[in-house]
């Protein structure tokens, strides 16, 4: 008996503890859980526009996925208050896929039983190339934001990238590298289980022999091994090098910088996008990043109105600098919304006709959005931008050619 | 894994309850197939489900194989998604190799399942021939460690195939690409290192698993019911009492051991086929661990169990997404919620009681005592 009483005290328990969870996610406007119901934003009357997101809400990669779900929420409430797309409203919903190929297609298929008609996403690049194959199946459009490797677009006339792709970043990094920093010395700490991580340095190292960047070390790491990187950093110490390449996520990397920072060593950092999101990490000591360079499209601190205002209204809602993530979530809804109105598509069309609209659209089209100006996509679904160099200096990004 | 051997007056009844409870799993397991399916050619079921059906079929097959090590056997297995990754990037090779010879997609996929097998067969064989002769829990230490460097070394692996034939490097100083293989303009790059299988092929379908989860079920259960498994379960209830008696110690570990890692490489093969990209870094310990909750969650030796386990567990955290933020939150709950209940007399009472009609028909009243022995 004594067992039974405690199995119903532990459902009590869990009983209260879901309603508590279920009013916190009630009066916290700034959890994207909110943003996953319908309702949020939308009026109910007539028919609007499903747009789908996929992306890491929770696990290792949330930063990303949340970035991505909030910019996507700025958008459309800006949308929806200035009256919609055609007249129509948006609903947008934000499904969680932790990263995980397996997850990102469940999330998809979710989606796709709620009537999505397009997806954003997914943001990471592993889910998102399994979710492509789906995509190109079902013939709904996709346009991801972030998720860099030429695979994901690769053979599939649906699916789009809003990020300068992994070739476009490892050898963009190394030509900026090569024309900014002559007789540089270059230690490249890339995680070797990682495809996003792998294919930057591959085409970095291509490009840096052209450059004639000396590339005196390379350590690798997997994600069982991204708690100490002592080994490296002491390997490209003594290697001379003054220039640390790092085309990973920003969690090893503030690691990396940290020890670094304990060993005296000041080499100069260089990230990629995957560094971005490095600011807004829990606990992490602000100090350690400065200095720390990295390619991105989007700098929070350039002085367009159109990035101003962005900025101002992420600050005021969620609390932080958005990143390059957010950036390009937001920019990916305003592209829809510029190439469904010259469409003229209604939400009443099936989305395999939107998706064809759309593919007709996106190859013709010129987008201007925070991420750049004069965009353009090419049939393969890669999009032409320039990436960005910035500097962190007091905790924010400054374009390189601003910085101190 | 003490346990008390049984008399033998004891188990002569039940192994008739057995039959019966076999052949209620084999039912039980066609007639879902068959619900399925026909409520899917009715557009009845939702995408989400259908897209869950393969990967949920292969965890069925997974909990099945790591029960006959660790619920028959007796022996704990920590990386059981090794022989799954194994067998995931060999079936994935073989597929596409056999992409342009072979246009047949079922065909190219039952080779796929069995060279996924056979490799993984071989890889149980590299691993249990010394462990197993080990006494103690040798073999799950091993098994962790094994998992780990399957991870590493198929981080490593570069495969690509074109009309001369298939090429592999293994780029252990992570300065090779795919570009150093050579391969001609036909060519395809099936592994591309830590990049993983990219641009597969998914010919994977839910008839397809639920053929291999039949196939499975016969091997396991015919060899749990014959002479050789219960020399098996002799070794797991005394070791020492099977030795005294003439059984070689070796030989039936080895034979549980390879054939649950054969069976996981099939399924890692189906697994791996459902995907257009699939990293090394899927098959890790947290997937090692997934497969063994489903094993003790479902009842260690009761295949029914772990059928039903690897099923309900895989569609909860999708059945969740309501939850938002916190469904993973809620899906630990419920695993406990579960285990608490199934370990509980009062509930297993309840149960019996609710479900009693529908049990009297397909299995028996000693199953309560069957249920206690295995978990003991």
């Known amino acids: 008996m004594k067992k039974f009483i405690a199995l119903a005290m532990a459902l009590v328990m869990c009983l209260a503890l879901f309603a508590g969870c279920g009013q916190e996610s009630n009066t916290e406007p700034s959890t994207p859980a909110e943003s996953g119901t319908p309702e949020s934003g939308t009026p109910a009357e007539g028919a609007s526009f499903k747009f789908g997101v996929v992306g890491p809400l929770t696990g290792e990669n949330a930063i990303y996925g949340n970035a991505v779900a909030n910019g996507v929420q700025i958008a459309v409430e800006e949308i929806n208050a200035a009256g919609g797309i055609n007249g129509y409203q948006v609903e947008v919903s934000p499904q969680d896929d932790v990263s995980d190929g397996e997850t990102s297609v469940n999330a998809y298929n979710n989606l796709m039983d709620w009537g999505m008609q397009v997806l954003i996403g997914p943001v990471t690049t592993g889910p998102a190339i399994s979710v492509s194959t789906e995509v ?12 860099s490797s030429p695979d994901v677009v690769a053979g599939k006339d649906n699916m789009f990238q809003m990020c300068f792709s992994d070739p476009n970043q490892g050898s963009g990094a190394a030509t900026y590298m090569g024309s900014n920093m002559p007789d540089a010395k270059v230690a490249v700490i890339y995680r070797n289980d990682d495809q996003y991580s792998q294919g930057i340095r591959d085409t970095f190292v291509a490009e840096a022999e052209n450059q004639n960047l000396e590339v005196v070390y390379e350590g690798t790491f997997t994600v069982d091994t991204q708690a100490d990187f002592s080994v490296q950093l002491t390997a490209a110490q003594s290697a001379g090098a003054d220039v640390i390449f790092l085309p990973i996520y920003y969690q090893p990397a503030s690691v990396i910088l940290a020890q670094a920072d304990a060993m005296g060593y000041e080499p100069t950092f260089f990230g990629v996008d995957g560094m971005d999101g490095i600011l807004t990490m829990p606990n992490f000591d602000l100090s350690l990043a400065e200095g720390v360079m990295v390619l991105t499209p989007f700098s929070a601190d350039a002085t367009d109105e159109k990035t101003v205002n962005f900025v101002t209204e992420y600050n005021e809602r969620f609390g932080e600098t958005p990143n390059q993530f957010a950036a390009d979530g937001y920019d990916c809804v305003y592209a829809l919304k510029q190439a469904i109105e010259a469409a003229g598509c209604t939400p009443d069309m099936s989305y395999e006709d939107i998706c064809t609209a759309m593919i007709e659209q996106f190859t013709s089209m010129t987008f201007d959005g925070l991420t750049g100006t004069g965009m353009t996509w090419s049939t393969a679904g890669e999009v032409s931008k320039l990436p960005l160099a910035v500097v962190i200096q007091d905790g924010v990004y400054v374009s390189a050619e601003n910085a101190k | 894994m003490g346990k008390k051997i049984k008399s033998a007056a004891n188990r002569a009844p039940r192994l008739s309850k057995a039959a019966k409870i076999d052949y209620a799993t084999y039912l039980g397991v066609i007639l879902a197939f068959a619900v399925v399916t026909v409520l899917g050619s009715q557009g009845m079921l939702t995408r989400s489900f259908q897209g869950q059906l393969v990967p949920i079929c292969c965890y069925i097959v997974m909990a099945i194989s790591l029960n006959l090590t660790v619920g028959v056997l007796g022996e704990l297995s920590l990386g059981h998604a090794g022989f799954m990754s194994v067998g995931a990037f060999s079936g994935i090779v073989a597929a596409m190799s056999f992409q342009a010879s072979i246009p047949s997609e ?66 252990f100083d992570g300065s090779k690409t795919i570009s150093d293989l050579g391969l001609t303009e036909n060519g395809i790059e099936i592994i591309k290192g830590a990049q ?7 010919i994977a379908s839910f008839t397809a698993g639920f053929i291999l989860i039949m196939i499975t079920l016969v091997i396991v259960l015919n060899l749990v019911r014959s002479r050789s498994g219960r020399a098996i379960m002799a070794l797991r209830d005394n070791r020492i009492a099977a030795e005294s008696v003439g059984i070689n110690v070796t030989k039936y570990k080895l034979m549980a051991f390879v054939t649950s890692a054969a069976l996981a490489g099939a399924a890692g093969a189906l697994y791996g086929l459902n995907f257009s990209n699939l990293g090394a870094s899927k098959f890790n310990f947290n997937t090692s661990i997934l497969i063994l909750v489903f094993v003790v969650l479902g009842g260690l030796g009761k295949i029914w169990g772990s059928i039903i386990a690897a099923t309900v567990l895989t569609i909860l955290p999708e059945a969740l997404r309501g939850f938002e933020d916190y469904r993973m939150l809620v899906y630990a709950i419920v695993l406990i919620l579960v285990m608490l209940a199934t370990n509980s007399p009062q509930a297993k009472a309840v149960f019996s009681r609710s479900v009693g009609g529908v049990k009297g028909i397909f299995a028996c009243k000693g199953n309560k005592a069957k249920g206690g022995a295995a978990n003991g």
């Open chain 1, 136 to 147: 190109y199946n079902d013939r709904i459009f996709a346009l991801t934001p972030s998720a």
């Open chain 2, 106 to 171: 079922p065909v190219r996929l039952v080779i796929a399942l069995c060279v996924g097998a056979a490799c993984a067969a071989v890889t149980g064989l590299i691993v249990g021939v010394p462990v197993l002769r080990l006494r103690g829990d040798y073999l799950a230490i091993v098994t962790l460690a094994f998992g780990e460097i399957i991870k590493e070394l198929i981080n490593c692996l570069i495969v690509g195939h074109d009309e001369n034939g298939l090429h592999v490097i293994f780029n």
């Open chain 2, 196 to 202: 993983g299988a990219t641009g597969t092929d998914t």
